[in-house]
């Protein structure tokens, strides 16, 4: 049968129905909204752990008062030990007075209030430092920490909070559980908006001011130390200096760049020949680099430095260049905004005789933070400032150091004014008249020249050597102008002789020209220092060109009665050890009562005398012409010495000084050789005898005793008494100048 052909039906893919187009469901957005709001809610909070929102001024201004409250807590606990010792002391004093207690006790508990009292007013004196880097960080840290503390604590502490509020809504009181919805709700919209991330490094703002709760200075990064490397980093030349800038103030550098432009800035508006400035250090006070000029020497500064005061908008006196002598076209800027001497160490605590005068000892601080340290053994020194400038407390702070000493005697000098005042008691002679003054300038004159003939006995040497038993001698002369004439050719003589026999002297002057020193003597000191004074006085002390190479004592400003100034600051030269460098130093002024205290602990302790040897060579010794008494041809007296050489003794109860103890002279031959020279003196009716006169008058008085003794034997007996070598007697007949015995002298010995 066929098949009947059916027609080719043309096959259709099969299609899905089409449905109208739809957006993501109500659900779906509700999740990615909320997945949107949890990225914000991560991100700001991981931003909030990680300090992001903290301004870094508030962070420095956090490490600053955080520094500072440590350092209020240090002097808190500093008053208590100082109030702890005084409490000692006094209980002390009181046990001493009742026969309980015993002198030493006292004095080492005084030493101890002195030294107390000392760190007290160094940390009082202490400027609180910048936070370093470390510090800043630590803060940061610390609300980083406390921040992740509080997070998690939150979230524990909901979890039970959460379960309260839902018990109280199962029992019918949904009031929590509504409460703590809405709070979560609030917090939740508050931290799931969108959030934009800060930028991790913070826009640098051209010379932008510093924020007005932090001094200038506290921005920035400190340096490691003060001490500079001459040109071993540039900074910036004046090649890179950006085309048409203007100088501007100081105060809008933060960087060592914009510090270095605007150095260029002002030294090149003032036609200073400026080339670069390099090694730029941020210091507590203000800024310190280092200036090259292409030609001619640093000079261009330091005629410009009042200039440049005002390009910087500094105080007076606030721009202070510093010449350097290893590179002749460079100098030193320092930049002062604040205290430069603030942050320097007190006084240190020196016990009595724990030192010798060969030692260097502190006395003060340069304007770059290193030490001065002196050693006055052999060192004839000249001390000039003007009326305000600070001499008394120079002084003292020399003489806290040689009156530490164990082999050095202490001599103040002073014709006007009160010298060492509040080291009196440590000092053995205090010498205030002219007459004084002269007896006490003629007795060590004639000693350093004893001395000299007296090294080699000793074995010395070249030198006089310092020690316990042959002390040297430190003589402090405030107001050397105002001196006699006599007195001043007697320190002048000194000045002379007396460095190698260790009889030292330092002259303190108003002024260095011949009109207040009458001779030029201040180019002939080894050691010399100026503090506030004239211009003429730096040029007479440092030499005619000492202005130009950075000396400038004469814009330091003296004290007044209130307000201190630069009292006590000083450019020094011939310092022991150290380079003559044109720098600023202030002394170190102790407090009276800590001064008082040092000199009567040092006291009690015990001053020294000379030793025998020098008082016995000065019996062998010519006195100056100019203090001789005159005679006429029938030898009369003339005109009669102006100052008469005196025994040590004599001396110091001249000058109201306590002599020695010494013991009686026992019975034996010494003592009967004196009681016999005394006699036979008397019974002739004179004050003195020729050695060999008095020999032959004793041995007239006692035959048995003195008839076969020689003129040696009889000096050995009476230098074993205590009399000493025959000392010159003035003219007696036709003898100028012999030797023998005086009775006075001997009768003191009995």
């Known amino acids: 049968m ?39 809610v991560g991100a700001r909070t991981k931003d909030w752990l990680a300090g992001g929102d903290l301004d870094h001024a508030d962070i420095i201004q956090a490490a600053t008062e955080r520094k500072q409250r440590k350092h209020n807590e240090k002097i808190a606990h500093q008053n208590r030990i100082v109030a702890e010792a005084h409490g000692n002391l006094y209980n002390a004093k009181l046990q001493a007075e009742n026969g309980d207690g015993r002198s030493s006790s006292v004095a080492h508990l005084g030493g101890r209030v002195a030294a107390e009292e000392s760190k007290l007013a160094a940390l009082q004196n202490t400027l609180v430092m910048p936070p370093t880097d470390r510090e800043i960080a630590n803060v940061r840290h610390g609300k980083k920490a406390g921040r992740a503390g509080l997070l998690a604590g939150s979230g524990l502490a909901s979890v039970p909070l959460l379960g309260v509020a839902i018990e109280q ?15 979560a709700s609030w917090g939740w919209y508050v931290i799931s908006r969108p959030f934009v991330g800060r930028n991790g490094t913070e826009g640098e703002v051209p010379f932008g001011l510093t924020p007005a709760s932090l001094p200038a200075t506290f921005q920035g990064e400190l340096p490691g130390g003060a001490t500079p490397i001459v040109g071993g980093n540039v900074v910036m030349s004046v090649e890179q200096l950006p085309e048409g800038a203007k100088p501007f103030p100081i105060r809008g550098a933060r960087t060592p760049d914009q510090l270095a432009q605007c150095v260029l800035l002002a030294m090149v508006a003032e036609s200073v020949p400026v080339v670069e400035v390099s090694d730029v250090q941020r210091q507590p006070w203000g800024w310190q680099c280092i200036v090259r000029v292409s030609e001619g020497t640093p000079e261009a500064i330091i005629a410009k430095s009042g200039a440049l005061e005002t390009r910087f908008d500094l105080a007076t006196n606030g721009v202070k260049p510093q010449p350097i002598r290893a590179r002749r076209a460079c100098a030193i800027l320092r930049l002062v905004e604040g205290d430069p001497f603030a942050t320097a160490p007190g006084l240190p605590y020196r016990a009595p005789k724990s030192m010798s005068i060969t030692d260097k000892f502190r006395i003060g ?32 702070a020399l003489a806290e150091g040689t009156t530490a000493c164990y082999d050095n005697i202490t001599i103040d000098c002073d014709p006007h004014g009160d010298g060492l005042e509040d080291l009196g008691d440590c000092v053995r002679i205090t010498a205030r008249t002219n007459e004084q003054i002269e007896s006490v300038l003629l007795f060590f004159l004639v000693m350093s020249k004893a001395r000299a003939r ?19 001698v430190t003589i402090f002369i405030d107001e050397f102008p105002k001196l006699s004439d006599l007195g001043k050719l007697l320190a002048f003589e000194l000045l002379l002789v007396g460095r190698k026999e ?5 002259y303190a002057s108003q002024g260095g020209t011949s009109r207040y020193l009458g001779e030029n003597i201040a180019q002939m000191m080894a050691l010399k220092a100026v503090g506030p004074c004239k211009v003429g006085d730096t040029r007479a002390v440092f030499g005619d060109d000492s202005v130009r190479e950075g000396y400038l004592p004469h814009k330091l400003s003296p004290a007044t009665d209130t307000d201190p100034k630069d ?5 020094i030269q011939g310092v022991p050890g150290m380079a003559d460098e044109p720098i600023e130093y202030a002394i170190h002024e102790a407090p009276s009562a800590v001064l008082r205290q040092l000199a009567a602990e040092r006291l009690e302790a015990g001053l020294l005398d000379p030793d025998q040897d020098s008082l016995d060579g000065m019996q062998n010794v010519d006195l100056p012409e100019y203090v001789e008494p005159e005679y006429d041809k029938d030898g009369n007296i003339k005109k009669a010495a102006p100052v008469r050489l005196l025994t040590w003794d004599q001396l110091l109860r001249l000058c109201d000084a306590q002599p020695a103890e010494r013991g009686p002279l026992e019975d034996g031959a010494p003592r009967m050789a004196v009681e016999d020279s005394v006699a036979v003196m008397e019974k002739a009716d004179v004050d003195r005898m020729k050695t060999e006169t008095l020999l032959a008058a004793v041995q007239d008085y006692e035959p048995d005793v003195y008839g076969q003794m020689t003129a040696e034997e009889f000096k050995a007996l009476m230098k074993k008494a205590g009399a000493g070598a025959p000392i010159t007697l003035g ?11 005086k009775r006075d002298r001997l009768r003191h010995l009995l």
């Open 365 to 396: 601080t340069s304007v770059g933070g290193d030490p001065l340290e002196v050693s006055l053994a052999g060192v004839m020194g000249l001390w000039v400032a003007a009326s305000g400038g600070g001499k008394t407390g120079i002084l003292q």
């Open 2 to 40: 066929a098949t009947e052909a059916q027609p080719d039906v043309e096959k259709q893919p099969t299609e899905e129905p089409v449905t109208e187009a739809s957006g993501p469901t109500r659900t779906d957005r509700a999740k990615a909204a909320f997945a949107v709001q949890c990225g914000h």
């Open 731 to 741: 003219q007696i007949g036709e003898e100028s100048n012999p030797r023998g015995f």
């Open 502 to 506: 260790l009889i030292e002297v330092e």
């Open 169 to 183: 809504a199962a029992h019918g009181q949904p009031l929590i559980l509504g409460i703590v919805a809405a709070g």
């Open 454 to 472: 007296l090294r080699a006995k000793l074995g010395m040497g070249k030198k006089w050597k310092a020690s316990a038993s042959h002390p040297a």
């Open 567 to 571: 009292a006590g600051h000083i450019f």
